[in-house]
């Protein structure tokens, strides 16, 4: 007896054209509905929607995503909904983990949580990502939250799965976003905490930097945001601070996320910068290899930019002990970072100059072992 579970695919969508077809070709066998709710596409959309015997509704657009999503809910029959954008999509082998996580998931579990794969490298491993709940049970009702970056409020048994959804966004959403935040505030709509972070978020990624400041600053003031927010908070508050040319701050505010968490490997790795700036070398080493030894928290539902715990400052080591004259350490760091996956511009220019070091110098090009790593570079 077949006993796995049933899924509808709950979409929102206005003009995906070019990314829709990619997005349900990659879900169309493992899901038993699709529900897709337009909110007013004036491109082939909806075409490519009925291709894939969709079921489609419109849906007035009001400036506010948890409406137009908690709609596509309510259209949902299956036992379980998931939800996709329409830039997103599954890879073969993702495809393959979705239809066990299908077949093999306990009827007790309420929300699954899946990677999202935010950007890749040239190798296709994931390099920026967070974790997202994606498949819920629908009984529960589960409701999304928040006019702008909305959220989905889930409670009950949770399940960490090893499916990954990857986003390949091709279009940009511009100002969209922030001009929903300034009519909110211009028309006294009071703020939630997570409201605050995430209009700081976008004036930041529009270049409206002193008024990023000044919100970000609030936000952390009123210690109530999430703890992974805060840290992107810090983390974005420390470029602020950089482009209008206040770096009395940034040090300030490093130390201040010290006391929310663990040191996280981006921060590290911006406190590196610091130093490097004012040539104290030793420090930079020092930040730039607790950056390395940082945990990376597979499971952790925040944004992860996995370079930072990697090639950043592995290749950043390789600079700082080269400046130093210690060039056998350099390369070793630069020969880690391809390892890694790192820039291969970068590793490639720096290991022409290193070996064009090593022979002014009389002196052979080190043989490393990469199966161990040399106590010698060793920070623990």
């Known amino acids: 007896m077949n006993n796995r579970i049933t899924i509808s695919l709950c979409m929102i969508v206005k003009d995906e054209e070019k990314t829709l077809e990619r997005c349900l070709s990659s879900i169309k066998d493992i899901v038993d509905e699709i529900i897709i709710v337009d909110t007013g596409s004036t ?86 990502s967070l974790r997202r709940n994606r498949l819920v049970k629908r009984i529960n009702g589960f409701k999304w939250i928040g006019r702008v970056h909305e959220y989905l409020d889930v409670g009950g048994v949770s399940f960490h799965s090893n499916v990954c959804v990857n986003h390949g966004k091709v279009k940009s959403s511009g100002s969209r976003n922030l001009q929903i935040f300034k009519k909110m505030e211009a028309s006294g709509v009071e703020f939630t905490t997570r409201d605050l972070f995430y209009y700081s978020n976008e004036l930041y990624y529009n270049g409206y930097y002193e008024e ?69 070398i030793k420090q930079a080493i020092f930040w730039y290899k607790v950056a390395m030894g940082c945990i990376h928290e597979k499971d952790n ?65 080190p043989d490393l072992d990469y199966k161990l790593i040399d106590r010698r570079f060793r920070f623990f």
């Open 43 to 128: 491109d082939k959309t909806k075409e490519i929607a009925k291709k894939f015997n969709s079921k489609i509704y419109d849906f007035k657009w009001i400036d506010d995503f948890a409406a137009a999503r908690n709609f596509s809910f309510s259209k949902a029959t299956k036992e379980y909904i998931f939800w996709l954008d329409g830039d997103d999509y599954l890879d073969d082998e993702n495809i393959n983990n979705f239809k066990d996580l299908k077949d093999q998931l306990d009827r007790s579990v309420d929300t699954v949580t899946m990677e999202y794969s935010l950007t890749r490298d040239e190798n296709g491993q994931t390099t920026y």
């Open 301 to 365: 539902l925040g944004i992860d930019n996995r370079d930072y715990y990697t090639w950043i400052p592995s290749i950043q080591l390789c600079v700082c002990y080269s400046i130093l004259g210690d060039y056998e350490a350099a390369y070793y760091y630069n020969e880690l970072t391809l390892l890694y996956g790192g820039n291969k511009t970068k590793v490639e220019h720096n290991k022409k100059f290193l070996e064009n070091k090593f022979k002014e110098l009389g002196r052979s090009i």
């Open 212 to 280: 990023a400041i000044t919100k970000y600053e609030k936000f952390l003031e009123s210690n109530l945001g999430w703890i992974e927010d805060k840290k992107v908070a810090i983390a974005n508050l420390i470029q602020c601070y950089s482009f209008t040319n206040k770096p009395e701050k940034k040090i300030e505010i490093i130390l201040k996320s010290f006391e929310f968490d663990v040191p996280r490997a981006d921060i590290c790795c911006r406190l590196a910068e610091i130093f490097m700036s004012k040539n104290q």
